[in-house]
């Protein structure tokens, strides 16, 4: 019998689709920031909105990202912080090569999961070490307009360390990084529904989850 | 009896310069000139963009600032084919123009003029005599009684604190100082508005490229610095008649001051036209292109060689038959030290070998210099103000002949003084005057250019490093303040795969080579009176009167 | 009007302008040249008078020494205009040692240095220019035989405070960019834990420097620094953000080529690699030589020679970003970027194309289902 499983609560929806979006955004206002191809005429603000913009989107981002870590010790198992490290179990481990013996055509098992597929948890894990990085880089690099500022006292150390045009490269980097993930994401997101039929994509609209039990 | 001397540091040049000498009977039987800091530049450029060169470049030296862009992005163009625009060959002979006439005045009044003036004998004179002097020479209207006496006012109060600064210590009292006291007074009064000058005229600098030192309008394919009569952000009618302003200010400060001066302290050292001569090779690679053909005809300063103090006999350059050797000098090739290696071949492997500082004397039988030896034809080469205008004198620019003649006439002296001390303090005077006057003319074409509606001063063509080939090479030559300057490059897979520079200080202030030639600062020595040898005055004024710029001879 | 903004009557004390024009200055002149002084260090006008006494006190004992150095910052001060160096030398300071002006030479010279290094033990002020190379025993820069390295901690070590001008010194500079074959280091890294200051910049820009000393000699103290040792009063800004060309950064109005339409109309350089947006300095606003002119308004990109480590990390100086470590120079972060992506989009469509064929991959459930 199937059954439907509440797995994905509202703060991790909210939070998927306002990171989504925000990445979204910012990757486009970043990419027109590093590489302004609006040609404004007399009088516009093309560069001061794209900035404007991207900044907008970097506050709702760094809350949303906040908001998923704390959901990380407050939300259900499937949200918990644990879930993004599967090869501390002796299962994770298990589902995690059978996974990855599937997507590299040399197994034909599909772990069942009623969270992450491990090898996706992994990938999740790496994105937000992403996301963070994206949102320490970027506060480092917007702190700099007001030197003798709060913010350009707490990233100086950082700055001066990496220095400021290789952590704007970073910030540059990173945001293909996120492209290719995303490319990644939804295509495996839709392979796993055909494959699993378990409502993979719906699920992180709708919450719920479709699952047969003695699969588990 | 014999005995072995190390002047180090040479001041009032730019870089660190020691000169070692032996001495013997009051004149100096033998030295040896080395410099004492590295930094390898040359082994920095390795692996970046061709078109940042010029910005690494240009840091050799801040005193010759911008001759090592100009050299640069030309070695570059000429590997690429690229031609620039009439503009910014406009542009580019406006600013090394006015550095030579700047970096002149320079040398003359606050690096050199010491070498010859005891300012402290400038107390003792009169201010009416002195102006007397003055007005009999020029009419520089800064000459009056009351401005002697107010100059020598200063000084005075300056001395009574009793903190000489930068002036304590010295060889005050000399005997080989001979002006009179009122010369020496105008002299000191000359060289404070020289500083004022300098930093005014050099302004041209800051309107064309930013800033000097180190201006920052240098681009592979042209200037960055945009022409166009109708924005407030680009050279204008405005910004030309400032320049213009400028210009006019140094020509008459040279002019007026600069030539009398020099004619007048020339004459109480006549006997320094027979002293410290040299090599006798001369070597000029000629520049300022009156148009943009790049050949060498367009040039105003004719290229080329004299050999021997050989006047009759003027001969062409072949940039093949240059070559470096480091047989004296803390490097090492890895196809052995004796052999000398073509610029495009060049090597810059740093190997100390000298004694552990701190050290009494350097150990002149092996290695002692961080300047390598270079070599035309296998033959040591004098470069600089003195072998332009001797090359362009007998090559037949005849702004340059006519200047000399009346120098060497006012002098009362045959064009063979030249070949000394003295001449090589003349024609760097020489070479300021014509370069002035020759500024206004470049400036009025380029005001011509942008009445005709030509505002380009950028090639593109080339800029993207997609177009380039896979390998290229090129070489860039210049005449900078202190002579002939040749920068070399390699270029593969759009990345520098070697460069090299050999600079005029090298030619001039290198060791000896593997036949044992000694090198033109080293030969000019030879011979020179030393009265007294705690008090070297004399290896201060010839080897000031090549101008030594060590950072640019090692880089 | 708020009132407090208006400024207080400024009075020199008498005697003061009149012992300096017993020295052939006019008060006019030493007005502006103090009025100048403490607009540049961003001090009220208030401590016009302040800055006035100052400059009448006993000279500053000073030593300027060169090591890796072009002598570009030397240049430098000797185009000053506020005040002029002749003013400084002949009156503000006792310049007892600076190889590019001194009259001595060889041993005299090295004599004077070393006497006021005595003399004024831990009352002088040191200026560096030049990095200082450790390799080859200290061999690869030395000064009347002594190695730069020993000079440096001997000079650093007994002055009262010392200015590093121009990156070489502050922040180890060109002979420092890699691979640095001389071991280059700056004043700071030689000597940790000294009183200095840094002045960065290629070269430094005179005004900072005159200004830092006529702030050492109206307080007895260098003037507050950030935390990489550059007083704030000149490096406390972003160059982007003082930009004059920074209407047209936020337009969208760059130039896209040199000598094009918008380069002669002064739009922005962020297109042409301009490195204003990664750099702190005071260019914008005090110019130089006099403020005539500065590299943007000259129409070429800043190429932040003031920043740390910037020949590495500022290069190539005609692009905005910094090339990828490890891919070749037309390898842009983008251009990587984009082949990363594209990649990985063929991978996963290759993928997708190769599971949608594929066969008896179906799960445990899908075979009961069909038992069903
Ligand atoms: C997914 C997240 C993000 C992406 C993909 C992204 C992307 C980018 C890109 C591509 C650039 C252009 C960099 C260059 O070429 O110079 C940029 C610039 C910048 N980003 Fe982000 N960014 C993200 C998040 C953030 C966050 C959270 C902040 C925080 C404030 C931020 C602040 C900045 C700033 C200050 C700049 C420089 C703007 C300027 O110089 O005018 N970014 N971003
Ligand atoms: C069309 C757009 C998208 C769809 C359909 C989609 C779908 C999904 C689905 C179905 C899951 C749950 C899968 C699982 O747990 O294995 C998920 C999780 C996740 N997605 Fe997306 N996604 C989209 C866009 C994005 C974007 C743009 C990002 C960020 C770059 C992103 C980041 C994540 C992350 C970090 C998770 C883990 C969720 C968590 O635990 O909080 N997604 N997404
Ligand atoms: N020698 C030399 Fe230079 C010059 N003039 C360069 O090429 O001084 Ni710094
Ligand atoms: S900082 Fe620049 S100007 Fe100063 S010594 Fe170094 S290279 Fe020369
Ligand atoms: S020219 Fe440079 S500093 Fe000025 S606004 Fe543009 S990017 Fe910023
Ligand atoms: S290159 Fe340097 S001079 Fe100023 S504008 Fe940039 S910091
Ligand atoms: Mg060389």
Same mark, same amino acid.
């Given at each position: 019998?199937?059954?439907?499983?509440?797995?994905?609560?509202?703060?991790?929806?909210?939070?998927?689709?306002?990171?989504?979006?925000?990445?979204?955004?910012?990757?486009?206002?970043?990419?027109?920031?590093?590489?302004?191809?609006?040609?404004?005429?007399?009088?516009?603000?093309?560069?001061?909105?794209?900035?404007?913009?991207?900044?907008?989107?970097?506050?709702?981002?760094?809350?949303?990202?906040?908001?998923?870590?704390?959901?990380?010790?407050?939300?259900?198992?499937?949200?918990?912080?644990?879930?993004?490290?599967?090869?501390?179990?002796?299962?994770?481990?298990?589902?995690?090569?059978?996974?990855?013996?599937?997507?590299?055509?040399?197994?034909?098992?599909?772990?069942?999961?009623?969270?992450?597929?491990?090898?996706?948890?992994?990938?999740?894990?790496?994105?937000?070490?992403?996301?963070?990085?994206?949102?320490?880089?970027?506060?480092?690099?917007?702190?700099?307009?007001?030197?003798?500022?709060?913010?350009?006292?707490?990233?100086?150390?950082?700055?001066?360390?990496?220095?400021?045009?290789?952590?704007?490269?970073?910030?540059?980097?990173?945001?293909?990084?996120?492209?290719?993930?995303?490319?990644?994401?939804?295509?495996?997101?839709?392979?796993?529904?055909?494959?699993?039929?378990?409502?993979?994509?719906?699920?992180?609209?709708?919450?719920?989850?479709?699952?047969?039990?003695?699969?588990? | 009896?014999?005995?072995?001397?190390?002047?180090?540091?040479?001041?009032?040049?730019?870089?660190?310069?020691?000169?070692?000498?032996?001495?013997?009977?009051?004149?100096?039987?033998?030295?040896?000139?080395?410099?004492?800091?590295?930094?390898?530049?040359?082994?920095?450029?390795?692996?970046?963009?061709?078109?940042?060169?010029?910005?690494?470049?240009?840091?050799?030296?801040?005193?010759?600032?911008?001759?090592?862009?100009?050299?640069?992005?030309?070695?570059?163009?000429?590997?690429?084919?690229?031609?620039?625009?009439?503009?910014?060959?406009?542009?580019?002979?406006?600013?090394?123009?006015?550095?030579?006439?700047?970096?002149?005045?320079?040398?003359?009044?606050?690096?050199?003029?010491?070498?010859?003036?005891?300012?402290?004998?400038?107390?003792?004179?009169?201010?009416?005599?002195?102006?007397?002097?003055?007005?009999?020479?020029?009419?520089?209207?800064?000459?009056?009684?009351?401005?002697?006496?107010?100059?020598?006012?200063?000084?005075?109060?300056?001395?009574?604190?009793?903190?000489?600064? @930068?002036?304590?210590?010295?060889?005050?009292?000399?005997?080989?100082?001979?002006? @009179?006291?009122?010369?020496?007074?105008?002299?000191?009064?000359?060289?404070?508005?020289?500083?004022?000058?300098?930093?005014?005229?050099?302004?041209?600098?800051?309107?064309?490229?930013?800033?000097?030192?180190?201006?920052?309008?240098?681009?592979?394919?042209?200037?960055?610095?945009?022409?166009?009569?109708?924005?407030?952000?680009?050279?204008?009618?405005?910004?030309?008649?400032?320049?213009?302003?400028?210009?006019?200010?140094?020509?008459?400060?040279?002019?007026?001051?600069?030539?009398?001066?020099?004619?007048?302290?020339?004459?109480?050292?006549?006997?320094?036209?027979?002293?410290?001569?040299?090599?006798?090779?001369?070597?000029?690679?000629?520049?300022?292109?009156?148009?943009?053909?790049?050949?060498?005809?367009?040039?105003?300063?004719?290229?080329?060689?004299?050999?021997?103090?050989?006047?009759?006999?003027?001969?062409?350059?072949?940039?093949?038959?240059?070559?470096?050797?480091?047989?004296?000098?803390?490097?090492?090739?890895?196809?052995?030290?004796?052999?000398?290696?073509?610029?495009?071949?060049?090597?810059?492997?740093?190997?100390?070998?000298? @004694?552990?500082?701190?050290?009494?004397?350097?150990?002149?039988?092996?290695?002692?210099?961080?300047?390598?030896?270079?070599?035309?034809?296998?033959?040591?080469?004098?470069?600089?103000?003195?072998?332009?205008?001797?090359?362009?004198?007998?090559?037949?620019?005849?702004?340059?002949?006519?200047?000399?003649?009346?120098?060497?006439?006012?002098?009362?002296?045959?064009?063979?003084?030249?070949?000394?001390?003295?001449?090589?303090?003349?024609?760097?005077?020489?070479?300021?005057?014509?370069?002035?006057?020759?500024?206004?003319?470049?400036?009025?074409?380029?005001?011509?250019?942008?009445?005709?509606?030509?505002?380009?001063?950028?090639?593109?063509?080339?800029?993207?490093?997609?177009?380039?080939?896979?390998?290229?090479?090129?070489?860039?030559?210049?005449?900078?303040?202190?002579?002939?300057?040749?920068?070399?490059?390699?270029?593969?897979?759009?990345?520098?795969?070697?460069?090299?520079?050999?600079?005029?200080?090298?030619?001039?202030?290198?060791?000896?080579?593997?036949?044992?030639?000694?090198?033109?600062?080293?030969?000019?020595?030879?011979?020179?009176?030393?009265?007294?040898?705690?008090?070297?005055?004399?290896?201060?004024?010839?080897?000031?009167?090549?101008?030594?710029?060590?950072?640019?001879?090692?880089? | 009007?708020?009132? /407090?903004?208006?400024?207080?009557?400024?009075?020199?004390?008498?005697?003061?302008?009149?012992?300096?024009?017993?020295?052939?200055?006019?008060?006019?002149?030493?007005?502006?040249?103090?009025?100048?002084?403490?607009?540049?260090?961003?001090?009220?006008?208030?401590?016009?008078?302040?800055?006035?006494?100052?400059?009448?006190?006993?000279?500053?004992? %000073?030593?300027?020494?060169?090591?890796?150095?072009?002598?570009?910052?030397?240049?430098?001060?000797?185009?000053?205009?506020?005040?002029?160096?002749?003013?400084?030398?002949?009156?503000?300071?006792?310049?007892?040692?600076? /190889?590019?002006?001194?009259?001595?030479?060889?041993?005299?010279?090295?004599?004077?240095?070393?006497?006021?290094? /005595?003399?004024?033990?831990?009352?002088?002020?040191?200026?560096?220019?030049?990095?200082?190379?450790?390799?080859?025993?200290?061999?690869?820069?030395?000064?009347?035989?002594?190695?730069?390295?020993?000079?440096?901690?001997?000079?650093?070590?007994?002055?009262?405070?010392?200015?590093?001008?121009?990156?070489?010194?502050?922040?180890?500079?060109?002979?420092?960019?890699?691979?640095?074959?001389?071991?280059?280091?700056?004043?700071? /890294?030689?000597?940790?834990?000294?009183?200095?200051?840094?002045?960065?910049?290629?070269?430094?820009?005179?005004?900072?420097?005159?200004?830092?000393? %006529?702030?050492?000699?109206?307080?007895?103290?260098?003037?507050? %620094?950030?935390?990489?040792?550059?007083?704030?009063?000149?490096?406390?800004?972003?160059?982007?953000?003082?930009?004059?060309?920074?209407?047209?950064?936020?337009?969208?109005?760059?130039?896209?080529?040199?000598?094009?339409?918008?380069?002669?109309?002064?739009?922005?350089?962020?297109?042409?690699?301009?490195?204003?947006?990664?750099?702190?300095?005071?260019?914008?606003?005090?110019?130089?030589?006099?403020?005539?002119?500065?590299?943007?308004?000259?129409?070429?990109?800043?190429?932040?020679?003031?920043?740390?480590?910037?020949?590495?990390?500022?290069?190539?100086?005609?692009?905005?970003?910094?090339? %990828?470590?490890?891919?070749?120079?037309?390898?842009?972060?983008?251009?990587?970027?984009?082949?990363?992506?594209?990649?990985?989009?063929?991978?996963?469509?290759?993928?997708?194309?190769?599971?949608?064929?594929?066969?008896?991959?179906?799960?445990?459930?899908?075979?009961?289902?069909?038992?069903?």
């Amino acid at each position: 019998m199937l059954e439907i499983r509440y797995v994905w609560e509202w703060p991790v929806r909210i939070t998927h689709w306002v990171n989504a979006l925000c990445v979204v955004v910012l990757a486009l206002t970043g990419f027109a920031i590093g590489t302004p191809i609006l040609v404004a005429g007399d009088g516009s603000y093309v560069m001061g909105w794209v900035r404007f913009v991207h900044y907008v989107a970097a506050y709702a981002f760094t809350v949303s990202v906040l908001a998923r870590f704390y959901w990380m010790f407050a939300g259900n198992h499937h949200a918990s912080w644990r879930a993004f490290i599967p090869w501390t179990t002796a299962v994770g481990r298990r589902n995690f090569v059978k996974m990855l013996r599937y997507y590299t055509f040399t197994g034909k098992q599909i772990s069942y999961e009623v969270g992450h597929n491990p090898v996706a948890a992994l990938a999740y894990a790496g994105i937000f070490a992403l996301f963070v990085f994206q949102i320490v880089s970027g506060f480092a690099l917007y702190s700099q307009y007001n030197p003798g500022g709060f913010m350009a006292g707490l990233f100086a150390p950082l700055l001066n360390l990496v220095g400021n045009q290789w952590l704007r490269l970073g910030h540059h980097g990173v945001m293909w990084l996120l492209l290719g993930f995303f490319i990644n994401h939804v295509y495996s997101g839709w392979l796993m529904d055909v494959k699993e039929r378990n409502g993979t994509m719906s699920g992180i609209v709708s919450g719920y989850r479709f699952i047969e039990p003695r699969d588990l | 009896m014999s005995k072995r001397i190390a002047v180090d540091p040479i001041t009032r040049i730019e870089g660190h310069l020691r000169i070692e000498a032996q001495i013997e009977g009051g004149k100096i039987t033998n030295a040896w000139s080395s410099s004492t800091a590295f930094r390898g530049i040359e082994a920095i450029l390795k692996g970046r963009d061709p078109r940042d060169a010029h910005h690494f470049t240009q840091r050799f030296c801040g005193v010759c600032t911008t001759v090592h862009s100009m050299a640069s992005i030309r070695a570059v163009e000429d590997a690429l084919k690229i031609q620039i625009p009439d503009n910014a060959r406009l542009i580019r002979n406006l600013i090394m123009g006015i550095q030579n006439v700047q970096d002149h005045v320079i040398h003359f009044y606050h690096l050199h003029a010491l070498d010859w003036v005891d300012i402290v004998s400038a107390l003792s004179a009169d201010p009416a005599k002195t102006s007397q002097l003055a007005q009999s020479i020029s009419d520089w209207p800064k000459s009056s009684t009351t401005y002697f006496k107010a100059v020598q006012g200063r000084i005075q109060a300056f001395v009574n604190t009793g903190r000489l600064g @930068p002036f304590q210590n010295a060889y005050w009292g000399h005997s080989a100082y001979r002006l @009179p006291a009122e010369a020496n007074l105008m002299a000191v009064a000359h060289y404070l508005e020289a500083l004022e000058w300098q930093k005014e005229v050099i302004k041209i600098h800051a309107i064309l490229g930013s800033k000097n030192p180190h201006p920052q309008t240098f681009l592979v394919g042209g200037m960055a610095i945009p022409v166009d009569p109708d924005s407030q952000n680009a050279l204008n009618a405005d910004k030309i008649a400032y320049i213009g302003k400028l210009l006019k200010q140094a020509r008459l400060f040279v002019e007026q001051v600069y030539i009398p001066d020099l004619l007048a302290v020339a004459s109480f050292y006549k006997d320094w036209a027979a002293i410290g001569g040299g090599v006798g090779n001369y070597l000029s690679y000629g520049d300022f292109p009156m148009d943009n053909s790049g050949s060498v005809s367009s040039l105003y300063f004719p290229r080329g060689i004299i050999m021997g103090k050989d006047l009759a006999n003027l001969m062409t350059v072949d940039e093949s038959k240059i070559t470096e050797y480091v047989t004296n000098s803390w490097y090492s090739y890895a196809g052995g030290d004796n052999k000398g290696l073509h610029p495009y071949d060049g090597e810059t492997t740093p190997n100390y070998n000298g @004694p552990k500082p701190p050290y009494e004397f350097l150990d002149t039988n092996g290695k002692y210099s961080w300047v390598k030896s270079p070599r035309y034809n296998d033959q040591p080469m004098e470069v600089g103000p003195l072998a332009r205008i001797l090359v362009a004198y007998v090559g037949g620019n005849p702004d340059v002949k006519g200047v000399v003649d009346f120098v060497l006439g006012k002098l009362g002296v045959g064009a063979g003084a030249l070949f000394s001390t003295l001449g090589r303090t003349a024609a760097r005077g020489v070479d300021a005057l014509i370069m002035a006057r020759k500024n206004e003319v470049w400036l009025q074409q380029l005001a011509d250019n942008m009445g005709r509606g030509i505002y380009e001063t950028f090639n593109k063509e080339k800029w993207d490093p997609a177009t380039w080939p896979k390998e290229a090479r090129g070489f860039g030559f210049h005449e900078a303040p202190r002579g002939a300057l040749g920068h070399w490059i390699r270029i593969e897979n759009q990345k520098i795969a070697n460069y090299q520079a050999v600079v005029p200080s090298t030619w001039n202030a290198g060791p000896r080579d593997p036949k044992g030639q000694l090198g033109p600062y080293e030969s000019a020595l030879v011979g020179t009176p030393i009265a007294d040898e705690q008090k070297p005055l004399e290896i201060l004024r010839t080897i000031h009167s090549f101008d030594p710029c060590l950072a640019c001879a090692v880089h | 009007m708020n009132s /407090e903004q208006i400024p207080e009557p400024i009075s020199i004390p008498e005697e003061i302008l009149q012992k300096w024009e017993a020295k052939g200055v006019s008060r006019r002149d030493f007005m502006k040249f103090c009025t100048a002084v403490t607009a540049t260090l961003a001090l009220p006008v208030s401590f016009i008078p302040q800055v006035a006494a100052a400059m009448d006190d006993q000279r500053l004992p %000073v030593i300027w020494v060169e090591y890796q150095s072009c002598s570009g910052d030397s240049e430098a001060f000797l185009r000053a205009n506020q005040p002029t160096a002749a003013e400084i030398i002949l009156d503000v300071i006792s310049l007892e040692y600076a /190889e590019v002006v001194m009259a001595a030479a060889g041993h005299q010279a090295e004599q004077a240095k070393w006497a006021a290094m /005595e003399k004024y033990k831990g009352k002088y002020l040191l200026i560096v220019e030049g990095s200082i190379p450790t390799g080859a025993g200290g061999a690869y820069c030395t000064v009347g035989g002594e190695s730069a390295v020993d000079s440096a901690k001997k000079l650093i070590q007994n002055a009262a405070a010392t200015i590093t001008v121009g990156t070489c010194a502050s922040f180890g500079g060109i002979p420092a960019a890699a691979p640095n074959p001389t071991g280059a280091v700056s004043v700071r /890294e030689l000597v940790p834990g000294a009183a200095i200051v840094n002045l960065p910049g290629c070269p430094v820009n005179a005004e900072n420097l005159t200004a830092t000393i %006529v702030h050492f000699l109206t307080f007895g103290k260098l003037p507050a %620094v950030d935390a990489l040792g550059r007083p704030k009063f000149a490096y406390g800004k972003r160059i982007h953000d003082n930009c004059e060309r920074r209407a047209h950064f936020d337009a969208g109005q760059y130039a896209e080529d040199f000598g094009d339409a918008a380069q002669r109309q002064g739009h922005c350089l962020y297109k042409l690699g301009c490195k204003g947006p990664e750099t702190f300095h005071n260019c914008p606003t005090i110019r130089y030589n006099e403020g005539t002119s500065w590299p943007i308004m000259a129409g070429h990109g800043c190429i932040g020679c003031s920043e740390p480590g910037f020949w590495d990390t500022m290069t190539p100086f005609y692009r905005r970003l910094p090339q %990828v470590p490890g891919f070749g120079i037309e390898a842009t972060a983008d251009k990587i970027g984009l082949g990363l992506v594209a990649a990985t989009a063929a991978a996963f469509a290759a993928h997708g194309i190769a599971s949608a064929c594929r066969k008896g991959d179906a799960m445990e459930s899908d075979k009961l289902k069909r038992e069903e």
